[in-house]
């Protein structure tokens, strides 16, 4: 079973930058992907960044502000956020994908004006 924790989120103003992280346990193949989701109150789930094996995707939102990097050796991702946006404001999760996919509880990201 694969577990998976983050970190990082907190209360920051706009403009400012947080930095998630995503710790997973268990049998974690690399060439997998690795990636960060969020969900804001009365919104579906949406893929924020996603990283396999060097290849990134980014939603069109987040462009040219966050940065998804991994850390293969400590089985950790991570989400740089800089320039947040009040939009940004969501309960963010951590998603390993396997045959299924394995998500984090998540850590509350809020972006004040």
């Known amino acids: 079973q694969v577990q998976l924790v983050e970190s990082g989120g907190g209360l920051v103003q706009a403009g400012g930058s947080l930095r998630l992280s995503c710790a997973a346990s268990g049998r974690i193949f690399s060439s997998n992907a690795m990636g960060w989701y969020r969900q804001a109150p009365g919104k579906q789930r949406e893929l924020v960044a996603d990283?396999?094996?060097?290849?990134?995707i980014y939603a069109d939102s987040v462009k040219g502000r966050f940065t998804i990097s991994r850390d293969n050796a400590k089985n950790t991702v991570y989400l740089q956020m800089n320039s947040l946006k009040p939009e940004d404001t969501a309960v963010y999760y951590c998603?390993?994908?396997?045959?299924?996919?394995?998500w984090g509880q998540g850590t509350q990201v809020t972006v004040s004006s």
């Open positions: 998603r390993y994908r396997e045959l299924i996919n394995y």
């Open positions: 990283i396999t094996s060097g290849s990134t």
